[in-house]
């Protein structure tokens, strides 16, 4: 109970210092918040402009995948069954949960984009009235094509005629129902509803190969919405000559009759570049390293059409590079916020001495003097660092506009968001502050009413930085 009503006692005592002395406490969270703001501007404006230029190389398209331009932070990975051999269904699930269910996870930022797309070896076009007969490789198709599957597709184009395909419930004898794009539609002249044959090569698991014969109808003409969409991780074309059915239809129908129906097996992954910020980029090449290894182990092969680790290195070595550039052109102006600091902590120690002697006359110890006041200044700390934030965070934006010395670009700056790692640098910053302004309060407790008398008594000449005039300086 004791403890309590001293811990009450303390903060009481601290609330009325700073009622009774609100000009000096305000002087002291002024410098506080000067302080803390430009110490805490520097990795923000840094982080900022290097997320901005990072943004800008990582939009350049430098995959070979065509003119689409990715994402920050995409990841684009293939398995390609021409270059390797085509795999089962059942080979690509391990992966295809793994990078469902866990890599967000394992990453610890969120994903804006997750698509996978699996397509089957191509086949020839037959018309349907040929599905009796017995494959004659001296026929001359239509044209060639290959069944695709890709998730959230719906959401992702329009149908300009027709409607989306019915999923399969494993029927052979009835015709998978399929998408086709209008450009392919146009060029073979297909109408909805019509029927056709693809037939594909397919070799069985002992190594003969026979063609198979697979019925399919066209419920649909599809276009893409948007080219631009950033949910496309290949070029809209390279879908065109693709039957696009669910991934139903694949599971119970392609799969059971083919073997080998995987024939190319892509994954693409955007993570939200909005949540990565420079002190993040060493534990997230980590990450991506980690889930590239684990990826390799359950399919072996896989290609890396797009991955963010070179430019997450390019970008964390220029962040330090910068950041430490800033904090050395800084150095000056924080070492003259901390000598403010210094000066305004003195001047609270001398102008509270006689009343620090006088409470440890009555019997108040050291301790209970200095907690009281470390508590009064942890509460103009706290408040300064909730001001701080947002002033440090307007100073980056503020620096981020200027287009030479002194000359404001007059456009709107970079984007400047604070971090848990602000907070965290906030919080260093204080404490560092706080101590400053402590320091000289632990030599004022130890005096007593006689022994500060006696101080003031022999003290004949005024400090060394009133002498010197560093004060009127400062």
Known sequence: MNYYLSAWAFINIAYKRLIAQWGLALVTMVGLVASIS????????ADAIYRNLFIEQVNQDESGTGQIKYPPLAILLSYYGGENKQVQWEDIQPLNQYLTHSVQSILGIPLNILVHYYESPSGDIYPIETQKLTYDSSRQPLEQARFGTMNDLEDHISLVEGSFPEPSNGNQDIPIDVLVSQSFANQMGFQTDESYLLVMPNQSPGGIQ?????????????????????YWMFSTSSFNKDLLVPETTYINQLSPILYGEINNASWYLVIDSSRVHANQVGQLIHRITRIQNQVNNLLPNIIYLRSPIEILLKYQRSAVILTILLYSFATPIIGLILAFICLVGSLSTERRRNEIAISRSRGASSFQILCS??????????????????????????????????????????????????????????????????????????????????????????????????????
């Open 210 to 230: 026979k063609p198979i014969q697979i019925p399919f109808r066209i419920t649909g003409f599809w276009q893409v919405s948007d080219p631009e969409d950033p």
């Open 373 to 474: 006041i470390l508590l009064e200044n942890v509460i103009l700390g706290l408040v300064s660092l909730g001001i701080g934030i947002p002033l440090a965070v307007y100073i980056a934006s503020f620096i981020s506009q200027t287009s030479s010395f002194m000359e404001l670009s007059g456009g709107k700056g970079l984007q400047v968001t604070p971090s848990i790692a602000t907070v965290q640098i906030g919080l260093v910053a204080l404490v560092f502050t706080l101590v400053v302004v402590i320091t000289p309060t632990i030599s004022a407790v130890k005096n007593t009413i006689i022994t500060y008398k006696l101080e003031r008594a022999r003290r004949s000449l005024p400090p060394w930085w009133q002498r010197s005039w560093i004060d009127v300086l400062l």
């Open 38 to 45: 430009l110490v805490l501007s520097i990795p923000l404006y």
